[in-house]
Nanobody, 122 residues
Framework: QVQLVESGGGLVQTGGSLRLSCAASGSILSINTMGWYRQARGKQRELVAGITLGGSTNYADSVKDRFTISRDNAKNTVYLQMNSLKPEDTAVYYC????????????????WGQGTQVTVSS
């Protein structure tokens, strides 16, 4: 069974930085897309950033030029470097893996991590 485990959340002041990590474990041959979503209290979950197996990235407009997503395919790990953090970045951040190839011809379509809290104080 494939699992995602996030780490790196915490409390930081406005303008500070945090780096989130998400490691996938289990029987994995490859992961098509990995990404980060977030859900603030009382709001819907939203995409923050995504990265494909080939390294193509996309970002929410609200985090462009502040956040950087990267991945290590050999370690099945995705990272989110968050700089210039703002109070509105406060949320639970969830890691996501889509198109996880677990065996020839077998896939787990979407897997979620348990979430990690990021709090930015003003």
């Amino acid at each position: 069974q494939v699992q995602l485990v996030e780490s790196g959340g915490g409390l930081v002041q406005t303008g500070g930085s945090l780096r989130l990590s998400c490691a996938a474990s289990g029987s994995i041959l490859s992961i098509n897309t990995m990404g980060w979503y977030r859900q603030a209290r009382g709001k819907q979950r939203e995409l923050v950033a995504g990265i494909t197996l080939g390294g193509s990235t996309n970002y929410a407009d609200s985090v462009k030029d502040r956040f950087t997503i990267s991945r290590d395919n050999a370690k099945n790990t995705v990272y989110l470097q968050m700089n210039s953090l703002k109070p509105e970045d406060t949320a639970v951040y969830y890691c996501n893996a889509a198109g996880v190839r677990i065996a020839p011809g077998r896939y787990e379509f979407i897997i979620w991590g348990q979430g990690t809290q990021v709090t930015v104080s003003s």
